[in-house]
């Protein structure tokens, strides 16, 4: 009888039994997640495109429309700077998409150009949410403009500068005639003032020798 009763004590402190609630204590459900019954948060989106890209082609338009009280949404276009404020539908929708492609855009059936893509969603209520994707540049015709990053600019230590000493540079001068030595042969004025006069004498000279011949030559005949 002993052992039975030693064994009895063993076994109930692990008996389902313990595990019971006592008298008076609340009960508890053990790894039991609370449910979620609240309304579900409007949403909408656009995934792709992003803002700023370049689109070329047929694009597929990427989003999500998950609304409670959807009514009705629509899927819009529209030139950036238009005064207008003009949209074109691209397609229309009648109950709500989760996480898909919303539409494929064909951009070649417009010009190129910078675009506004707008989804437009109305609610059963009749109030309206939306979601934009701005500077869309189609870019079919004219060729894709490259991103341009900012240079930045290194900021460099002055370096100590080494004076140069300038090279002196030689000004040409003109080159000086050296004079010629005189001519021997050269006839100056002095010296044919001198020869005309000699020559005056010489000839008077002749004719006086002549005449005195003359003479002597009568007297001796």
Do not use: H
């Not at 009749?126 to 934009?132: A, K, V, W, Y």
Request: aromatic share 6%; net charge neutral; glycine share 6%.
């Amino acid at each position: 009888m002993l052992p039975v009763l030693v064994a009895l004590l063993v076994i109930l402190p692990i008996s389902p039994w313990n595990s019971l609630p006592r008298q008076g204590e609340p009960s508890v459900t053990l790894n039991q997640e609370p449910s979620l019954t609240g309304t579900p948060i409007p949403f909408i989106s656009i995934q792709s495109p992003k803002p700023g890209q370049a689109l070329q082609g047929r694009q597929e338009i990427i989003g999500s429309l998950q609304i409670p009280d959807f009514g009705s949404a629509e899927l819009l276009f529209a030139y950036a700077d238009d005064p207008t404020n003009t949209w074109f539908l691209i397609q229309e929708y009648s109950q709500p998409i989760t996480s898909t492609i919303l539409a494929e855009w064909d951009t070649t059936l417009i010009t190129d150009g910078t675009y506004t893509l707008r989804l437009v969603v109305a609610r059963a209520d009749g109030s309206q949410i939306e979601e934009r994707v701005t500077g869309l540049r189609v870019r079919n015709y004219t060729p894709i403009e490259t991103d341009t990053p900012t240079p930045i600019t290194p900021t460099v230590a002055p370096a100590s500068l080494k004076t140069t000493t300038p090279i002196p540079t030689s000004t040409p001068k003109p080159p000086t005639a050296t004079p010629l030595p005189p001519n021997p042969a050269e006839v100056t004025p002095g010296k044919l003032g001198q020869a005309i006069a000699k020559g005056t004498l010489g000839v008077f000279g002749l004719f006086a020798l002549l005449a005195l011949y003359g003479m002597l030559r009568r007297r001796l005949s």
